[in-house]
């Protein structure tokens, strides 16, 4: 069984790592290099890391919708190609190579969830619970037909880091086994309910900027699904004021952005009840507790943040 792994990020490393160490992996696709951090240092991608640590053939095209690529990947004749948050569109020339078909992990529960950031849109949307999905993939975004899935709750607490290494390793072993009962056959693949189809767009930066008329719920989802990136950002005195760790709170609210001292210690004012802040880190300075950040910010409270 001759089998391509095609990943990028850290979600992607159970799924490889289980695969390398189980099946004859003949070629590690990931995306190309880029700069990264305030220095702009070229980065490997952690799928780069590994397949480099366990002696894998590896490949980073930068397309594959290009003659050259698609037949440097037909050459290394694949039976199946595995597919984990891979970062390009695989077109209906390259899913057509493996005799197996191309399988994705994905992390949501198809239909819902389709794209590229499906847990940070299952957090920003409060569901109660996400999972992994094997899909058979087809020209589609998301849309091929469903091999199986495997449900996870999401905690309060959880961020799109936490619960992303969570479904990392639940997509692997998921994977595991269902691969052995789709090589032998024994998995009819079940087509989605395109009625149900939600869709989760890649994340932006500009997607973290709190908007303090929205409701406290929201927003706290917000501080949520934006960890560990983009973070979520307002501004104070014309800086910027990174909230890292945030909960909503009952209780009237003044002006959306307000900020006040209560007996639930330091919580701004927004459309729907109130904020409390936990975790802030303003621009040039180490995160800091809000206990901790006041003792340097006198003026704090009793600011509006955002102006």
Same mark, same amino acid.
């Given at each position: ?107 949501? &529960? +198809?239909?819902?969830? $389709?794209?590229? !950031?499906?847990?940070? @849109?299952?957090?920003? /949307? *409060?569901?109660? =619970?996400? #999972? ?107 800086? &910027? +004021?990174?909230?890292? $760790?945030?909960? !909503?709170?009952?209780? @009237?609210?003044?002006? /959306? *952005?307000?900020? =006040?001292? #209560? ?45």
């Amino acid at each position: 069984m001759r089998i391509v792994f095609m990943g990028t990020p850290e979600f992607a490393l159970p799924a490889l790592a289980m695969l390398a160490d189980r099946y004859n992996v003949v070629g590690v696709y990931t995306r190309r290099d880029k700069p990264a951090g305030r220095g702009q240092e070229v980065a490997v991608s952690p799928v780069k890391g590994l397949a480099l640590a366990r002696g894998l053939p590896l490949y980073q095209p930068g397309t594959l919708r290009k003659p050259e690529p698609v037949a440097e990947l037909r050459a290394l004749q694949p039976d199946l190609i595995v597919v984990a948050a891979f970062g390009l569109i695989l077109p209906q020339e390259v899913l057509d190579i493996p005799r197996y078909g191309c399988l994705n992990v994905h992390a949501s &529960l +198809l239909p819902r969830w $389709r794209g590229a !950031a499906p847990v940070a @849109a299952a957090i920003l /949307a *409060g569901d109660a =619970a996400t #999972g992994c999905t094997i899909m058979r993939m087809e020209a589609g975004i998301d849309t091929g037909p469903i091999l199986a899935q495997k449900a996870m709750p999401i905690a309060p607490n959880d961020t799109t880091g936490s619960l992303s290494r969570r479904l990392a390793h639940q997509g692997a072993e998921l994977l595991s086994v269902t691969l052995l009962r789709w090589l032998a056959g024994e998995v009819k693949p079940q087509p989605q309910d395109q009625a149900q189809a939600t869709y989760a767009p890649m994340v932006r930066k500009e997607d973290g900027l709190l908007d303090w008329i929205r409701p406290a719920d929201y927003l706290a989802r917000q501080v949520r699904a934006c960890q560990p990136w983009p973070g979520a950002y307002t501004t104070w005195k014309g800086q &910027l +004021l990174k909230v890292l $760790r945030a909960h !909503a709170l009952g209780g @009237a609210t003044a002006e /959306a *952005g307000r900020v =006040a001292m #209560g007996d639930n210690g330091v919580a701004v004012s927004t459309g729907a009840g109130l904020l409390a802040l936990d975790e802030v880190q303003l621009a040039g300075r180490r995160p800091a507790a809000i206990a901790e950040f006041l003792r340097g910010a006198r003026s704090f409270v009793g600011s509006v943040l955002g102006q």
